[in-house]
Each structure stands twice: as structure tokens, then as C-alpha cells.
């Protein structure tokens, strides 16, 4: 039996209220092959929220003493909390020839790429997939915040604020997908996705040909 191949890391990021955990959501329902990597924070919960679930919730005394260990693949403070991202999980993943699927906004994104493209220690440094959910207007944009309900008029605004700092991030990302109806993001995440496994590149040791399918 053949060795798995390496996984992919699967980056997608978004201003907040960009709808990127409705195109996660979408993703890992589609490929049995793709696992979500749940990060740390020092926020507290919102309603409903699970420890484990959807974040792991950590003391900020906890947090700083994995930075210290490094046992983050990134981290960076966001409205005054943390945020970070296991590195184990995502290493144990990609050996076993899952996909790792990263939710996670600007600033952790460019610590990724620098972890995993630029000799920063990572086993996998061809293995980043980086797509940038761009909303077609701040207006939309805030019409989606004001509708969730959840956030304060301040908070809106800071919101809209930070969202046009990330957005001019865009160019940093491997592709870029303007923000419509949830059916044509999927539609674009899916083929981006189909587009990556189907590297030649990806398949150096391998005969694809030979293979029953690929895992998607």
C-alpha cells in the first residue's frame, strides 16, 4: 500500500461578518477529507459556543505559555483577545494525508505563510493553499454586521475599520473570491481545492494515474 500523500493547509480569511464560516462550513461538509483545525482564544464564549468545538478557550496566562513553548503554527491579538492556531494538529493532519482547514483572519494568515513558506521550521512548506473572501462593497459588508445582531454600534465601526485594513491584504493570498451568494463562493472554494490536489507538482512520488481516486 502506498504512503498518504501530504495534506493540504487551506487558509481562508475574510473581514469579519465576510461569510467565511459559511464557505468552511460548506467546504468540510463536501470532503470527508478535510479537517477543521479548531484555534485557541482568550475570548469568552458567545451563546451557544463549545469548548472544543469552536474554539478552544484558554486563560491569557495558558496562551502566553504556548507562545512560549511554541506550540502555535501562528497567533496574533484580534479586539484585544488572542487567537492561535494549533501546530501539532496541523502537522498530524497533513502526515496522514488530511486536509487542514484554517479559519483565521489577516494577521495569523501572514505568520502561516511565513511559518510554512520561508524556512520557519515547518515539515510541509509546499503544502499552504491561501484564498481571501472580499466582500463586494463595505456597505454590504456592514448591512451583514448589523444583521447578525450580535455587536454594539462601536464594534460595527471598528469592525469596518479593521475590515479595510485586511482587505488590503488581498494580493497576499493565492486567490481571491468576491463574495456573493453562498452557492457560487462554495462553487469557486470547491475548484480551488480540485485545482490544488491535481498539482503535478503534488504528485512527484506518485502515479495518480494509478490510483482509484483522489481524495477530496
Known amino acids: 500500500m502506498n504512503a498518504p500523500r501530504t495534506g493540504l493547509i487551506i487558509v481562508v480569511s475574510a473581514p469579519s461578518g465576510g461569510g467565511k464560516s459559511s464557505l468552511c462550513q460548506r467546504l468540510l461538509n463536501w470532503s470527508p477529507n478535510l479537517v477543521y483545525s479548531v484555534s485557541c482564544t482568550t475570548r469568552t464564549p458567545r451563546g451557544g459556543e463549545q469548548d472544543g468545538q469552536d474554539y478552544f478557550f484558554l486563560s491569557r496566562e495558558e496562551f502566553e505559555r504556548r507562545i512560549a513553548a511554541n506550540e502555535f503554527l501562528e497567533y496574533a491579538q484580534y479586539n484585544g483577545n488572542y487567537y492561535g492556531t494549533p501546530r501539532g494538529f496541523v502537522e ?9 482547514l484554517l479559519d483565521i483572519e489577516v494577521q ?27 466582500p463586494p462593497t463595505l456597505e454590504l459588508l456592514e448591512t451583514r454586521l448589523r444583521r447578525r445582531g450580535t455587536d454594539t454600534e462601536e464594534t460595527i465601526r471598528k469592525r469596518l ?15 481571491v473570491i468576491v463574495s456573493g451568494h453562498l452557492d457560487d463562493d462554495f462553487a469557486q472554494g470547491k475548484a480551488i481545492v480540485i485545482a490544488e490536489k491535481c498539482r503535478s507538482s503534488r504528485h512527484a512520488e506518485d502515479k495518480p494515474w494509478q490510483q482509484n481516486e483522489l481524495s477530496f
Open 92 to 100: 498530524e493532519q497533513l502526515a496522514a494525508g488530511r486536509d487542514a
Open 108 to 134: 495569523g494568515a501572514s505568520q502561516v505563510a511565513k511559518r510554512v513558506r520561508s524556512g520557519g521550521g515547518f515539515a510541509y512548506p509546499d503544502a499552504l493553499v491561501m484564498i481571501f473572501l472580499m
Open 161 to 175: 475599520a479593521l475590515a479595510q485594513q485586511e482587505m488590503a491584504h488581498w494580493r497576499e493570498y493565492d486567490y
